[in-house]
């Protein structure tokens, strides 16, 4: 079955520790992003990516990295400099901009502790 | 910069009854827009898109949404609401056919009465 698989579910983190979040997609798509959802706030875009090796900045992406080697993956760091990393991260991806359906995974929810 | 307007944080309908979730958004061309729908600690799943032409959309699960650009609104109906579409509804716009930014609404939360 073609999807985005999106690992771990859950992920906890020590304050001050860097943490990478896994987005695979075998639906052979150009462009993948990441949002960010915090409770009451929508979705808001963290980076996105058009083609391997390039990447653009969202609108929140102070804190985080990624980077994009592969076609199918989009790992995205959640580094010590991003202030409030508690939330629901999701992944996207679509065949090419956004005028094509978005597939989104079932998303991780990471916690600092 | 285009944006994003969905007035009720939370709307709450008896099972059977109709529903209607209002979403508006700001862009001075023709949008690209679209509804998801998002079950708790889920992803997100497309429910519909308008792009152009007819401006009644059709989507899955029974809802359609009507594009009103008198009133820059696209606001979601389903005429007889069931329990289990209780979940989080989320608007979003697109700003061109080359872009790659989506921008969300913040969401109206559906709770169904049984």
């Known amino acids: 079955d073609g999807g985005i698989t999106q690992s771990p579910k859950y992920l906890f983190r020590k304050e001050g520790q860097n943490v990478t979040l896994s987005c695979e997609q075998n639906?052979?798509?150009?462009?993948m992003y990441w949002y960010r959802q915090d409770p009451g706030q929508g979705l808001r875009l963290i980076y996105y990516?058009?083609?391997?090796?390039?990447?653009q900045k969202g609108d929140i992406a102070e804190g985080y990295s990624v980077s994009r080697e592969k076609k199918e993956s989009f790992p995205l760091t959640v580094t010590s400099a991003q202030k409030n990393p508690t939330a629901f991260y999701l992944c996207?991806?679509?065949?090419?901009?956004?005028?094509?359906?978005?597939?989104f995974g079932q998303g991780t929810r990471l916690t600092v502790v | 910069a285009q944006s994003v307007t969905q007035p009720d944080i939370h709307i709450t309908v008896s099972e059977g009854a109709s529903l209607e979730l209002r979403c508006n958004y700001s862009y001075g061309a023709t949008p690209y827009l679209f509804w998801y729908v998002q079950s708790p600690g889920q992803g997100l799943q497309l429910l519909l898109k308008y792009f152009s032409g007819d401006t009644l959309v059709q989507g899955i699960k029974g809802f359609e949404a009507e594009f009103k650009r008198s009133q820059s609104s696209f606001n979601l109906r389903k005429p007889s609401v069931h329990w289990s579409d209780a979940a989080e509804y989320f608007c979003a716009v697109v700003a061109g056919a080359g872009s790659y930014q989506l921008t969300f609404g913040k969401g109206t939360k559906l709770s169904v009465i049984p």
């Open positions: 639906l052979n798509h150009d462009a």
């Open positions: 990516s058009q083609i391997v090796n390039d990447f």
């Open positions: 996207a991806s679509s065949r090419q901009g956004l005028v094509t359906e978005a597939f």
